[in-house]
């Protein structure tokens, strides 16, 4: 029974992403050639892939990698893909692979797995670092200003409240 992991990372400055994939056998049974399969979206272009033990080959958008020995029961083996990234800024892009291998399994529920990045936000950014400050002298908390004010109005009026009570005197 053989299982996928996959995430995705920043490579380098020039916003490349490295997809890490892991495979692992589950199993008490060796598994016979693991096969990696990765349709590329169309927003990814394959650099290349490495991984010790692992013999990557491409097919227009298809990454194909094969182990090269069969996988031990509780063993596991890992390998990277490297793409460049064409997406709009703030386009997420999801990328899925799938693990098989010729010995019978028994489940196919753990087979694939999915990573997603984000387009930068702007030219210059890469992925994995922090946006451009903003030009506005107001600091951005993240939070909806709307929401606050109306909390901030509704916390004056019960405390103006409160003054009015304290003040009436009581017979």
Same mark, same amino acid.
């Given at each position: @029974?053989?299982? /996928?992991?996959?995430?995705?990372?920043?490579?380098?400055?020039?916003?490349?992403? !490295?997809?890490?994939?892991?495979v692992?056998?589950?199993?008490? !049974?060796?598994?016979?050639?693991? +096969?990696?399969?990765? !349709?590329? *979206?169309?927003?990814?272009?394959f650099?290349?892939?490495?991984? @010790?033990?692992? @013999?990557?080959t491409?097919?227009?958008?298809?990454?194909?990698c094969?182990?090269d020995?069969? $996988? +031990?029961?509780?063993?596991?083996?890992?390998?990277?893909i490297?793409?460049s990234? =064409?997406?709009?800024?703030?386009?997420?892009? /999801?990328?899925?692979?799938?693990?098989?291998?010729?010995?019978?399994e028994?489940? $196919?529920? %753990? %087979?694939?797995?999915?990573?997603?990045v984000? =387009?930068?936000a702007?030219?210059?950014?890469? $992925?994995?670092?922090? *946006?451009?400050?903003?030009?506005?002298?107001?600091?951005f908390?993240?939070? %909806?200003?709307?929401?606050?004010?109306?909390?901030? !109005?509704?916390?004056?009026?019960?405390?103006?409240? $409160? /003054?009015?009570?304290?003040?009436?005197p009581?017979a």
């Amino acid at each position: @029974d053989l299982a /996928i992991a996959k995430s995705a990372r920043t490579a380098d400055t020039a916003g490349n992403v !490295v997809w890490d994939i892991n495979v692992s056998n589950v199993s008490d !049974v060796d598994a016979a050639n693991p +096969k990696v399969t990765d !349709v590329l *979206p169309a927003t990814l272009k394959f650099v290349k892939a490495q991984g @010790d033990g692992w @013999d990557c080959t491409t097919e227009g958008q298809t990454v194909i990698c094969d182990a090269d020995e069969v $996988l +031990k029961a509780g063993a596991s083996a890992a390998f990277s893909i490297e793409t460049s990234l =064409g997406a709009e800024p703030g386009q997420v892009v /999801i990328n899925k692979a799938e693990v098989s291998t010729a010995t019978a399994e028994r489940t $196919l529920d %753990n %087979n694939t797995d999915t990573a997603e990045v984000a =387009g930068a936000a702007e030219e210059s950014q890469s $992925l994995g670092q922090a *946006p451009a400050p903003s030009k506005s002298p107001v600091a951005f908390t993240g939070a %909806n200003s709307l929401k606050i004010a109306g909390i901030a !109005v509704l916390l004056m009026l019960a405390g103006g409240l $409160l /003054i009015t009570i304290k003040r009436k005197p009581h017979a």
